[in-house]
């Protein structure tokens, strides 16, 4: 079955500690996405990526880190310099960044202590 | 600048009371209205993709509509496996990125 999948489910960290996200797609889609959702809160856009080796800063980049070295793997790392790291992050992907819907991973929730 | 307002924020049914959802955005050029449904805890869910004013599209007991400044997500005699929050967001002409509205909590009860 073709879908994205995200690992782990849960994570917990302390605080001064950098965390990555893993996010992993077998849909042969060109783009991936990470956000972040809070409480009440639309999806924030942080990195999005639109070809393996490129990627660009979304909305909140600052305190997050990410690589494509594969079209199937976009990981995130959360890194101690993000001041407010406790929130439910979810990967997208989608086939090219116009105008496609992106779909979405099943998502971690991170709690920093 | 590129803005998706949902409302009512919180809406509660019985089971079988048709209503709608409603978003209102501002884009520069539409390039793609967007419908997710999202459970407590998951992802969400892709339901629809709307291009230009006059378009429908219908999935089960919903319906999503298009005008020029808002979508509606009609929920007709809802079932309580209904119950999600349902997320709009936009694309337009002068950004790569889908900008999301907070979302619609729906809740059907039995």
Same mark, same amino acid.
């Given at each position: 079955?073709?879908?994205?999948?995200?690992?782990?489910?849960?994570?917990?960290?302390? /605080?001064?500690?950098?965390?990555?996200?893993?996010? /992993?797609?077998?849909?042969?889609?060109?783009?991936?996405?990470?956000?972040?959702?809070?409480?009440?809160?639309?999806?924030?856009?942080?990195?999005?990526?639109?070809?393996?080796?490129?990627?660009?800063?979304?909305?909140?980049? /600052?305190?997050?880190?990410?690589?494509? /070295?594969?079209?199937?793997?976009?990981?995130?790392?959360?890194?101690?310099?993000?001041?407010?790291?406790?929130?439910?992050?979810?990967?997208?992907?989608?086939?090219?960044?116009?105008?496609?819907?992106?779909?979405?991973?099943?998502?971690?929730?991170?709690?920093?202590? | 600048?590129?803005?998706?307002?949902?409302?009512?924020?919180?809406?509660?049914?019985?089971?079988?009371?048709?209503?709608?959802?409603?978003?209102?955005?501002?884009?520069?050029?539409?390039?793609?209205?967007?419908?997710?449904?999202?459970?407590?805890?998951?992802?969400?869910?892709?339901?629809?993709?709307?291009?230009?004013?006059?378009?429908?599209?219908?999935?089960?007991?919903?319906?999503?509509?298009?005008?020029?400044?808002?979508?509606?997500?009609?929920?007709?005699?809802?079932?309580?496996?209904?119950?999600?929050?349902?997320?709009?967001?936009?694309?337009?002409?002068?950004?790569?990125?889908?900008?999301?509205?907070?979302?619609?909590?729906?809740?059907?009860?039995?």
């Amino acid at each position: 079955d073709g879908g994205i999948t995200q690992s782990p489910k849960y994570l917990f960290r302390k /605080e001064g500690q950098n965390v990555t996200l893993s996010c /992993e797609q077998n849909l042969n889609h060109d783009a991936m996405y990470w956000y972040r959702q809070d409480p009440g809160q639309g999806l924030r856009l942080i990195y999005y990526s639109q070809i393996v080796n490129d990627f660009q800063k979304g909305d909140i980049a /600052e305190g997050y880190s990410v690589s494509r /070295e594969k079209k199937e793997s976009f990981p995130l790392t959360v890194t101690s310099a993000q001041k407010n790291p406790t929130a439910f992050y979810l990967c997208a992907s989608s086939m090219g960044q116009g105008g496609y819907e992106q779909y979405f991973g099943p998502g971690t929730r991170l709690t920093v202590t | 600048e590129d803005q998706v307002t949902q409302s009512p924020e919180a809406l509660r049914l019985q089971e079988g009371e048709s209503s709608s959802l409603n978003c209102s955005y501002t884009v520069s050029g539409l390039r793609g209205l967007f419908w997710y449904r999202q459970d407590p805890g998951k992802g969400p869910e892709f339901l629809f993709t709307l291009y230009s004013a006059g378009e429908e599209k219908e999935k089960e007991r919903l319906k999503a509509t298009l005008t020029k400044k808002e979508s509606f997500l009609h929920i007709t005699a809802p079932k309580p496996e209904d119950s999600a929050t349902y997320l709009c967001a936009v694309r337009g002409d002068s950004s790569y990125k889908l900008i999301f509205g907070s979302g619609t909590r729906l809740l059907v009860r039995p």
